[in-house]
Every structure is written in structure tokens, then in C-alpha cells.
């Protein structure tokens, strides 16, 4: 009985070893995993502030006047041109008639000429009466 | 066969009692027997005590003997990378930033041919000097650089030559992506990395350098942006206005801020010529100082407006007052007299407007020397100005007579940095809050408890009613931009030369604030030795100048700084004044 014990004690002896041994390499691995993710996010780190400095060299005001003078027609503000408050921006002119304006714009707006019974012969164009 | 041989022999082939008794204790050791348990354990403690004590020598000796071989990479790596923090605009915008550099090293000791090692790397890096080189190579040093900062493709090359105790560390570099635009208040860093002027000299002064020195591991995001008061925007405007300015009037040299007049932030701060942060060397050159907070000028007219608000606030004069300035003063061999006078008789808004330097002196002179002298200490115009830069001591006379109270009181005998002026000035307008200006992101609150009441708030209104007077009607109509409502004052001060005051060589000044009701902004223009220019009629004095660009920044700031525009006047712009403006006569 003894004796089992003792061998049950020693395979639980050279188990827990084992599993010591199987954690401090699994530790090891993840720690070097840890490691490198690390770098991969110091490295991406800086690439976002390369990135962010390259972006502002760009977009540095001094550079984009020297190319908004070369290739934009701007003219600087006028101070007339600010409004400070909804109240201060000019109306909305009315649209109206939306369909009788587009009608008008055709050259479709006149008024339409109905033939009548009697004056039949004015249909014609008066220019071809002329003598 | 001797005693010795025999004796030997006996020890091959020991007599079987022995065996068995060596046997016979194994079996002991080995049995579980409760009497020789207490000797087993005693065994097995020194067992472990030995191991114990092997494992505790080979920690001291680790700790004692690897520290020097460990200390030589530590040092090399300590001085290749010196993160430093971002440095922000008011906004959020990028001024200053680390990226990332390769530099190369080579260790001496480890160098098998020393010869081929120069020649190799001379190639790859042509703008070495070789022999420079090789008289490093040559020193029994454990570490020295090659070259710092090379590019991708040169490491490559260099990693390709395969040379044995060559290698790469990589570095920081600092970088200013918007170049010019904010030089003098950026500074500059050396090649490792540390502040040599400027903001980046402010930062190592304050906390980088000791947590550097206490070994705390210092990454970029452990490393807070350190955010300015400035903005960018507005920044580049001005520059770019003051540049303009400097080429039209063929000036030395220009200068200019905006300051808020409530907190006393530099919100845009230039002085030309400057410098690109992104090469160091020229930030120390003497022509680039900064002439806002390094150089000391007499500033002139300016100063009137501190002498006003004092005989304003001291109560010797209000604003209906009438002074004789009909005659000039006269000290000894010295006159005192105005460049442009109408009437003998003024009102002190009319001095103000007129710019009479024999009105505004005879006002000092109401407060006294010793009056005038305190008031002058408490404007912080006697001392050096403490901001985040380095700013320079002022000048003026120790001896202080009657004589240097009248020419101080319009701002001759006297040199301070203009930016101490602003100050100053910013006080007056301000409801009288004496704030030392930063350059770094501060609140309205922040300021007022660290400000110091310089006059009375009835005061500050008066003298803003005199600004905008002068603005309107005066000396300062260059810069009354159609609707801001400005408030201004010129300045213009014969420069020294070879101890006479030069007819024709001015440091001029222009001194604007917006809106003059409820001040928001302080714009101070200055050009040194600026020239008449077809326009100018002749003239090289401040309105001509300094105030035609003022107008401009105000123009073209206001609506970025979100100052609204007003087409029809404040109903009441000063409530405790009681002569409007527009009623009263130049």
C-alpha cells in the first residue's frame, strides 16, 4: 500500500514537473509573442506620427497659400461677405409658379390660339397675305 | 612490494565487510524509520543550504562583475533616443513631432581592420570625412558614431558590407512640418535630440530632463503634447502679412504678436528674419534673435498710452482736462517738442490723438518721478519678463531724473522687449489685470489668478474710449478695419545712432485692439529702419507702416479668430463714458 503510494507520489512529482516545464515554455512563447505585438505597436505608433508630421508639412498653411495663389482664381474675404448670425443671411427669393415658369422659359407661356369658325383664314400666317 | 603499493591495492578490492556496511547504512538511509528520520533531515538541510548559498555567490558576482560590459550599450542606447513630446497648436495642429532615424555606430574594439572599415563605409557614405573617421576608429573607445541619420537604402548598403562591429540604432529625429512659420517660439533641438531654444529649451528645462536623468523609461505615448497657446493659422497670417510688409518697405527687420488681451496668451508671434527649426544651426545666429522677447527697443509713442492711463488712474487728469502745449519744454540743452501740433490747448483724448509728446510728458509730470517710476515697476517695465522663452533684461537709467520721467512718458530713454510693451498695453484695456504673457493653452480664470490689478477698471474703460478715438479720428485711422470696431495707437522712435537720435532711421510700432468695446485681441506690428515707398508720401513713421499692416492682420484674422464683424457702431460702447466718439473733435 506504502509502496503505491510512493509511486503514485513520484508520478505526481514528475507530472507537476512537466507541467512546470510545459508553463514556463508556453510563458516564454507568449512573452515573445507579447514582445513583438509590442514592437508591431511601437512601430505602427510611429508611423501614425511619420504620418500625422507628413500630413501637416501638406497641409502647412504657408504651402497651401503658395498653391491656392497659383491655381485658385480665391480673392480674400470680404468683410461684407461674414454673417454672424442665421438673421444676418439674405432671403430666399419666392419661387412661385414653378411649372409656369418653366413653361415660359420654353416659350410655351402665350396664350393659346383657339381656330374660330369664322375667321378660319387667319390661321394663316399674315406675313404670306402680304402683298 | 612497499607499504604504500599495498595499501593502494587494499583500496581496489576492499574486503566484503566493507560492502556490506556500506550497504547496510544505504539501507538506513533509505529505510522510513522514525528514529532516523532527525539525522536524514539534517542531511538534506545542508544539501539545500549548499545549494542555496552556490545560488546567492553566482547573484553577487552577477550583480558585481556584469555591470560594466552591460553599462557601455546601456550609455549608447540612453544617447541614440531621446523621445521628446509632440508639440500642438491651440487646435490640435502638429508643430513638432518625432520620426523615426537610423544612425550609424561602430565599435572601435571590435573592428578586425580598422583601414577597411573606413574606406568600406567612405564609400557607401561619401559625404564622410575619412580621415575624421579613421581618428575615431583609432581611439580605444568602446562606442562612436559614424553618421547620424542616413537613409533606408545606405543601411542597407552599410549592413551589406558585413562589417564586424558596425551596427545601426535607431534614433528620433525631430521634424517641424510647417518650416518658418512658428520658429522663434518652436526653438530648435540638437542632434541628440534636446532642447537649444525656444519651446523645445523650455520643455527639457522643465521635467523632460529630470525624468530623463531618473532613467524612466521614456516612450513617445508616455509622453503627454505639450499644447501652445499659439494657432497656427493665425500664425502663418501674420508671418506672411509682417514678410510682405518687411519687402514693401525695404525694413531691417520686422516683429509682430497677437495676443489675447484677457489671458495674456501669444495667440501668433513672429520675428523676421527667422529661421527653419528643421535646420538648428541657424536658430542661434545672431541676426535671427527673436526681437519680440529678446531685443529691446524704445518704444515709442506706445508708451503713451501707459502714461494716459496712469494720470488717468492716479487722478491727476480726466478726460476733459485741457493742457497747454503750446510752448516747447526744455531741460538744460534738451527740447521737447511735438512733430505735428494744431492747437496750443488740449483735451487728453486730443493729446492722445495728436500724439503730443509735450502733452503726454507734462501728464507724467502731474504724477511726479517717484509716481511715475512705481507705476512703471508695477507694468513689470523694469524687469525682465518671465515667459516660457528667454526674454531680455530692459534697458533704462539707473540714475532716474525728471528728465528720463518726460522722455519716458512717451516712450524714449527707456528700451524694453515689445512683447513686454503688449503686455502692458493688454493691461490697460483689459479692466486693468496685469497678466504675464505664456505661450502655452491657459483659461480666463487661470490668468486672473496669477494677474495683478495695475488700475481700475473705470480707467481701463476711458483709455479703451481714447484708443478708439484715436482709431477713428487720430494717429490710428491705418488700421480701422471696416467693421471690427479697432482701437489703436502709433509709435514711432528715432533710432540711436552714434549717440544721436537719427532723423531718418525710426523703429516704428502700431498697437491695435479688437473690438475696442470689450477687447478680444492685442495686435502689435514693429518694423525696424523701415524706408518711404512710392504711397508712403515721404513718410517712415509708424501710421505708414507698421499701422497699414496691422490693418491687413486685423482684416484678414478677425473672421478666422471669430471676431464678428459690426457694420453699425455699439449702441453703448462705453456706458460710463459720456461724450460719444464720433462727437468728439480731433
Given amino acids: 500500500m506504502i509502496r503505491l503510494l510512493n509511486l503514485a507520489a513520484i508520478c505526481c512529482l514528475i507530472g507537476s514537473a512537466l507541467y512546470a516545464y510545459h508553463i514556463k515554455y508556453d510563458t516564454l512563447y507568449d512573452t515573445e509573442e507579447a514582445a513583438k505585438l509590442q514592437r508591431q505597436v511601437e512601430a505602427e505608433r510611429l508611423a501614425i506620427s511619420t504620418l500625422k508630421g507628413e500630413w501637416q508639412a501638406v497641409t502647412a498653411p504657408a504651402r497651401v497659400q503658395v498653391l491656392a495663389d497659383k491655381y485658385l482664381d480665391l480673392v480674400p474675404l470680404n468683410v461684407r461677405q461674414t454673417a454672424v448670425s442665421a438673421a444676418d443671411l439674405p432671403r430666399k427669393e419666392a ?37 | 612490494m612497499t607499504d604504500a603499493a599495498r595499501h593502494a591495492m587494499a583500496k581496489d578490492a576492499p574486503p566484503p565487510r566493507r560492502i ?48 560594466e560590459q552591460a553599462s557601455a550599450h546601456r550609455a549608447s542606447e540612453v544617447v541614440a533616443s531621446n523621445p521628446r513630446p509632440d508639440i500642438i497648436d491651440r487646435n490640435g495642429e502638429v508643430l513638432a513631432t518625432d520620426v523615426q532615424a537610423v544612425s550609424v555606430f561602430a565599435e572601435p574594439n571590435k573592428l578586425v581592420d580598422k583601414d577597411e572599415a573606413v574606406e568600406l563605409i567612405s564609400s557607401v557614405l561619401p559625404d564622410l570625412d575619412a580621415r575624421a573617421l579613421r581618428e575615431k576608429f583609432s581611439k580605444r ?10 537613409t533606408k537604402a545606405q543601411r542597407d548598403e552599410i549592413y551589406h558590407l558585413g562589417l564586424p562591429g558596425v551596427g545601426f540604432l535607431d534614433e528620433k529625429r525631430r521634424i517641424y512640418p510647417n518650416g518658418n512659420a512658428a520658429a522663434h517660439i518652436l526653438g530648435a533641438v540638437n542632434t541628440d535630440n534636446i532642447g537649444i531654444a525656444g519651446i523645445e529649451k523650455y520643455i527639457d528645462s522643465h521635467g523632460l530632463e529630470a525624468l530623463r536623468d531618473a532613467g524612466l523609461p521614456l516612450t513617445a505615448d508616455s509622453l503627454k503634447p505639450v499644447q501652445l497657446a499659439l494657432d497656427l493659422r493665425a500664425q502663418h497670417a501674420l508671418r506672411d502679412e509682417l514678410e510682405k510688409g518687411l519687402e514693401h518697405y525695404k525694413a531691417k527687420a520686422g516683429g509682430g504678436a497677437i495676443m489675447d488681451v484677457n489671458t495674456g496668451e501669444v495667440i501668433a508671434m513672429a520675428s523676421l528674419p527667422d529661421f527653419d527649426p528643421n535646420q538648428p544651426a541657424d536658430a542661434l545666429k545672431p541676426e535671427n534673435i527673436n526681437r519680440m522677447t529678446v531685443g529691446v527697443f524704445e518704444m515709442g509713442s506706445t508708451y503713451k498710452a501707459l502714461t494716459t492711463a496712469m494720470a488717468l488712474d492716479a487722478g491727476k487728469i480726466n478726460l476733459n482736462t485741457t493742457i497747454n502745449v503750446g510752448s516747447n519744454l526744455r531741460y538744460g540743452r534738451f527740447t521737447i ?33 517717484e509716481g511715475h ?178 490693418g491687413k492682420v486685423i482684416d484678414r484674422l478677425a473672421p478666422i479668430l471669430g471676431v464678428p464683424p459690426r457694420f453699425d457702431p455699439p449702441l453703448r460702447p462705453f456706458p460710463d463714458v459720456p461724450i460719444s466718439v464720433t462727437d468728439l473733435k480731433m
Avoid at chain 2, 539501507?27 to 545542508?46: E, F, Q, W, Y
Avoid at chain 2, 573607445?141 to 542616413?150: A, M, P
Avoid at chain 2, 487728453?348 to 509728446?357: E, L, M, W
Fill in chain 1, 95 to 131: 419661387e412661385g409658379d414653378e411649372i409656369g415658369q418653366k413653361l415660359e422659359a420654353l416659350g410655351l407661356g402665350e396664350p393659346t390660339m383657339t381656330p374660330t369658325s369664322k375667321g378660319a383664314g387667319s390661321a394663316t400666317p399674315a406675313g404670306g397675305r402680304k402683298p
Fill in chain 2, 141 to 150: 573607445k568602446g562606442f562612436v558614431w559614424v553618421k547620424r541619420d542616413i
Fill in chain 2, 373 to 550: 517710476k512705481a507705476f512703471l515697476k508695477k507694468a513689470g517695465q523694469f524687469d525682465r519678463m518671465r515667459t516660457e522663452l528667454e526674454s531680455a533684461e530692459p534697458l533704462y537709467p539707473k540714475h532716474w531724473v525728471e528728465l528720463n520721467t518726460v522722455t519716458a512718458a512717451f516712450g524714449q530713454g527707456m528700451a524694453v522687449a515689445p512683447l513686454q510693451a503688449a503686455m502692458a498695453v493688454c493691461a490697460v484695456v483689459n479692466g486693468g489685470h496685469l497678466e504675464t504673457p505664456t505661450f502655452l493653452k491657459r483659461t480666463e480664470e487661470e490668468a486672473l489668478a496669477k494677474s495683478t490689478q495695475l488700475i481700475k477698471p473705470i480707467t481701463s474703460e476711458q483709455m479703451r474710449y481714447i484708443l478708439r478715438f484715436n482709431a477713428d479720428k487720430g494717429s490710428g485711422k491705418a488700421a480701422n478695419a471696416a467693421g471690427y470696431y479697432v482701437g489703436a495707437k502709433t509709435g514711432t522712435a528715432a533710432k540711436i545712432i552714434h549717440g544721436h537720435y537719427s532723423p531718418n532711421k525710426n523703429f516704428t510700432t502700431f498697437t491695435a485692439i479688437v473690438p475696442a468695446d470689450k477687447p478680444k485681441y492685442l495686435v502689435l506690428i514693429v518694423y525696424d529702419e523701415p524706408q518711404a515707398v512710392p504711397g508712403t508720401y515721404g513718410f517712415t513713421t509708424a501710421a505708414w507702416n507698421a499701422g497699414a499692416v496691422a
Fill in chain 2, 337 to 369: 517738442h511735438d512733430y505735428h501740433r494744431s492747437h496750443p490747448i488740449m483735451t487728453v483724448p486730443q493729446i492722445f490723438g495728436h500724439s503730443s509728446n509735450i502733452g503726454t510728458a507734462k501728464e507724467a509730470l502731474m504724477v511726479g518721478v
Fill in chain 2, 20 to 67: 556490506g556496511r556500506i550497504a547496510r547504512m544505504l539501507g538506513n538511509l533509505l529505510r522510513m524509520h522514525v528514529d532516523k528520520t532527525s539525522a536524514r533531515i539534517l542531511l538534506v538541510a545542508l544539501a539545500f543550504g549548499a545549494v542555496y548559498v552556490a545560488i546567492m555567490g553566482r547573484l553577487v558576482e552577477i550583480g558585481l562583475t556584469s555591470q
